[in-house]
């Protein structure tokens, strides 16, 4: 008999967790798991590489309502003789001007109102992102084992802890992908003692070099292309990236800088790379189903985080030995040892430019760099065992 699993993640929008869960559903074992994956909404950057028997669902049009705008979902559901929806939508509203912590568990408390209930019991349900996913995941479906994932910094999204303690107790394991993220959260959640584990995020080389093979033409004549990875979100850094490439070019440096990805700050990088006249030199690439291609066709990758469960991106860029500059966030030191596969920087503009500069004046250290990481194991294929493990250990 096949085991039943439930994965819970909002969308499959360009980010880690949810390039880790891809990775995760291509590995599985389907001649012993049946996979189901409900998304808030189906929609995103990822979503064709989901593996053809995973049953995907979603939460409908009256979530995608209800989450647009205030006006037009208030007036539809008014329309439609929704009167309690409508009201909820009004509250849902007054609760984004909450304080943070406050806002959290009103935010939930209204959204959960139109998110449809799962009437099968699973033999695992997995909350694969922290906040709405948990919480659905914990709340809103039958299962035998409930399992949450933490991808980040517990430090960093504090301000969750009320909410986040009510359904952590009612979780069977809480996942951390790396073992600071673990240890972070039991400082948090000591009741949590005997009910964590640590999962780092499945990377393949053999699909990352596989995928790397696509043709990429940055476009940059005889310029130093340089690749960063990530949400244009608070924590990535992506704007400390664009004032370190302003002061490369000031010191005359010939280099291009592309970025991918997209967020909440889009428009703000936007504007400063305008004020920064970095238009031809920090280009944005915004989402790429496949950014393998384009880290296989840089000459220097950097990753400018200010916080990081574990990145999954500079995994990716040492799959394809590329010589690395990251910044000093807590988890790095797991994946990097400074001068030997990479450099670690302080996480200001001027720090992050003065380790690019260093990799452009040496040839030999990213060419040692680069050979370095020939001779490091850097997939982990076989922690699709551990997970198994994990969905199998009793209560």
Request: with cysteine; charged share 30%.
């Amino acid at each position: 008999m096949k085991k039943s699993l439930l994965f819970v993640l909002p969308s499959l929008r360009s980010g880690g967790a949810e390039k880790s869960l891809v990775m995760l559903l291509t590995l599985i074992d389907y001649s012993e798991y049946d996979v189901d994956l409900f998304l808030f909404r189906r929609e995103g950057l990822f979503l064709p590489l989901v593996p053809e028997c995973v049953n995907i669902t979603d939460a409908g049009d009256d979530y995608l309502m209800f989450d647009g705008s205030a006006s037009g979902a208030i007036l539809n559901f008014l329309k439609r003789g929704k009167l309690l929806s409508a009201i909820d939508r009004v509250m849902y509203a007054k609760a984004q001007s909450l304080s943070e912590e406050d806002k959290v568990s009103a935010s939930w408390k209204y959204l959960s109102k139109v998110l449809p209930k799962r009437g099968k019991e699973y033999d695992a349900v997995i909350g694969y992102l922290e906040g709405t996913a948990t919480y659905y995941a914990m709340e809103c479906v039958r299962a035998k084992k409930r399992i949450a994932f933490l991808h980040t910094d517990y430090d960093r999204i504090a301000f969750q802890k009320k909410t986040d303690e009510v359904y952590y107790k009612k979780a069977d394991l809480l996942v951390g992908v790396s073992e600071s993220c673990t240890e972070k959260a039991l400082g948090y959640f000591p009741f949590l003692k005997g009910k964590t584990a640590t999962l780092y995020n499945i990377i393949s080389p053999a699909i990352i070099r596989k995928m790397s093979r696509e043709e990429c033409d940055f476009e940059s004549g005889d310029s130093t292309v340089i690749l960063t990875v990530g949400r244009m979100s608070p924590p990535k850094g992506i704007d400390t990236a664009v004032s370190a490439c302003a002061i490369l070019r000031r010191k005359g440096y010939n280099i291009r800088w592309y970025h991918i990805g997209v967020g909440e700050l889009y428009e703000e990088i936007k504007n400063q790379i305008k004020d920064l006249s970095l238009q031809n030199d920090f280009i944005l690439l915004k989402e790429q189903s496949n950014p393998y291609r384009f880290m296989a066709g840089c000459d220097i990758y950097v990753q400018p985080s200010r916080f990081e469960g574990k990145s999954i991106a500079i995994d990716e860029a040492k799959a394809l030995c590329k010589p690395i500059v990251v910044t000093d966030f807590d988890t790095v030191f797991d994946q990097i040892t400074d001068s030997l596969n990479g450099i670690i920087t302080q996480k200001d503009p001027e720090s992050v430019a003065q380790g690019v500069e260093r990799l452009l004046n040496d040839e030999s250290l990213r060419n040692t760099l680069s050979e370095n990481l020939k001779n490091e194991k850097v997939g982990n294929e076989e922690d699709i065992n551990r997970f198994y493990e994990l969905l199998q250990e009793k209560k």
